[in-house]
């Protein structure tokens, strides 16, 4: 797939995850950690619901962008949940194809996701990463043990405070695909607001 069609695909991300972020009701309030709020709302006609955690942190908020545009190790490292995080293709400076394997979890099989990824600059002090989903890339073969998921909305916003405060907001929706109880589906949703808290801790505790 060439940089032209990867490019389309992301725009039409793009302006879906601003559209999400533009509507400021329907959001119910599921839990409050340190640094980040958790909210989810219904989002078309899907069953899961629309995550968004948002917040002010204490972190520079190019350091935040780095860590979450490059440093897929780190976040691993910090995610119970991931079992890998992969470049898959690099596209250009600011794009690259990303899968990410999750690990088999209760009563939920190994699963994973393949995005072509971006960080866009939308002015002097506000980045956005996001993502937009791919159904399959030539890398990337299917197995038959693994279940490959749909991401939906991907779309992450830092915006400067000062040197070192930023606004975060993350909004997030994963079509996990297959018959998974809605219990599980509960206990994902809220636990994506440690996960997040985590790489805030491990983004300060970085020199």
Known sequence: MNQEIYQEILDNALNETIKV??????????????????TNT????????????????????????HFYFNDNQAQKKVRNNIEEITKVEQVSQDTHVILVKLKAKFVVSAREVIGVQSMQRLSENEIVIYRANLKEHPKVPFKKDVIRCEGKIYGIF??????????????LILDPKGNIPAFIVNFVT?????????DIINIIKQK
């Open 158 to 171: 830092l915006t400067k405070v000062d040197e070192n405060l930023t606004k975060f907001e993350a909004y």
């Open 190 to 198: 809220e636990s994506l607001l440690q996960e997040f808290e985590n």
């Open 21 to 38: 972020r533009e509507s400021k009701e329907g959001w119910n309030f599921i839990k409050k950690g340190k640094y980040l709020t958790l």
């Open 42 to 65: 219904q989002y078309k006609d899907l069953n899961y619901k629309l995550a968004k955690l948002e917040g002010v942190i204490p972190v520079n908020f190019e350091k935040a962008a």
